[in-house]
Structure formats: structure tokens, C-alpha cells
């Protein structure tokens, strides 16, 4: 199961403390019981919530867990979440690892866009949306090489976001 987590962040003067914090915040979340691994990233193509971090979760219980509420949860995050934007919490089931981007690579994420055409090398593993926010019903996620196949449609289709790396992909202890 993957637990999306999608948010602006529109103060340019604290960014760099705050990419600092939300990775000791990564270091915090695997701490708990069930979150696997996280990976974050910028969007290439700005959108309404241009940084994201995909975690690889155990399942949905985990989040009535005590110690995510205590570690993990919203409250968790402190001034940090009145200074985020467009802040969008989903599960998504129908993959059991996210995806593993290279610092050289793009990650497409689609959201409730499964009637777009793509590139035919564009090889995309669709899951549903499973609790939280709900803001998102299907989601699509590819690993691509390079931006050439998607970069126009994605400048033409809020539905279509891609993103670079900003960190590497994390794992946590067990």
C-alpha cells in the first residue's frame, strides 16, 4: 500500500530548513511500525501541489496505531503544517513497494486520468485510492528515463504531474 502525501510549500526563504525537517520527519515515520520506505519529490511541471512523498505502509491500520499518532500523525509536523499548501493525503492500494526513482529518472503520476493516450513505452501501475483524503479515486504511476514522452501533456493536463527526485529512496529499519 502506498500512502501519497501532496502539499505546496510557498515560502521560498525557508525552504531549505524546512527539506531538512521534512527528512528528519521521513527518519521519524519509518520509525514506526508498518511505514517501509519513503522517497520525495519536486514537481518538473508546477501544479497545485508541487512536492510530494510517496511512503510504502503495511497497511491502513497502521494509521490508528498509537505510535503513528504519537510519531507520525498530523499533529506531528508542528508550524510546518500551517505553512503548507494544497496538502492532500491519500492511500492508494494495488502495489505493495513504491516505486524506486533514480536521481536521474522522473516519476508520472496520474490522477484519475486513465483515458489519457501515452507514449507506448510509458508503462504505468494504476491504483485505486483507499482511505484518508480521498481526493483521488485511481492513480497512475510510471518511472521514466526522461521527460520527452509526457512534458507537453503534462504542461496541457492538470490531471498529469511529473516530478524529479529530491531525495533517494529511504528504507526504514524493518
Known amino acids: 500500500m502506498i500512502y501519497m502525501v501532496e502539499m505546496g510549500f510557498p515560502h521560498p526563504d525557508r525552504l531549505a530548513e524546512w527539506h531538512d525537517w521534512y527528512m528528519q520527519h521521513i ?3 519509518l520509525t514506526v511500525p508498518g511505514f517501509r520506505a519513503s522517497q520525495r519529490f519536486e514537481a518538473v511541471v508546477d501544479n ?3 512536492y510530494l512523498a510517496l511512503h ?3 497497511s491502513a491500520d497502521l494509521f490508528q496505531s498509537e505510535a503513528y499518532r504519537n510519531r507520525g500523525g498530523p499533529a506531528s509536523v508542528g508550524e510546518w503544517r500551517s505553512l503548507q499548501t ?3 493525503r491519500n492511500l492508494l492500494d494495488g502495489l505493495e513497494e513504491t516505486p524506486e526513482v533514480p536521481t536521474t529518472a522522473y516519476l508520472l503520476l496520474l490522477r484519475d ?3 489519457l493516450v501515452l507514449p507506448a513505452e510509458v508503462a504505468v501501475d494504476w491504483l485505486r485510492g ?3 483524503d480521498g481526493t483521488v479515486k485511481e492513480c497512475g504511476l510510471a518511472v521514466l528515463p526522461d521527460t520527452g514522452g ?3 501533456l503534462a504542461h496541457r493536463d492538470q490531471r498529469v504531474r511529473l516530478f524529479r527526485p529530491i531525495s533517494e529512496k529511504v528504507q526504514g529499519a524493518g
Do not use: C, F, M, Q
Open 113 to 115: 486520468a486513465r483515458d
Open 48 to 50: 497545485p501541489s508541487p
Open 150 to 152: 509526457v512534458l507537453d
Open 56 to 58: 510504502e505502509v503495511a
Open 130 to 132: 483507499a482511505g484518508l
Open 27 to 29: 527518519r521519524v515515520l
Open 86 to 88: 494544497n496538502w492532500h
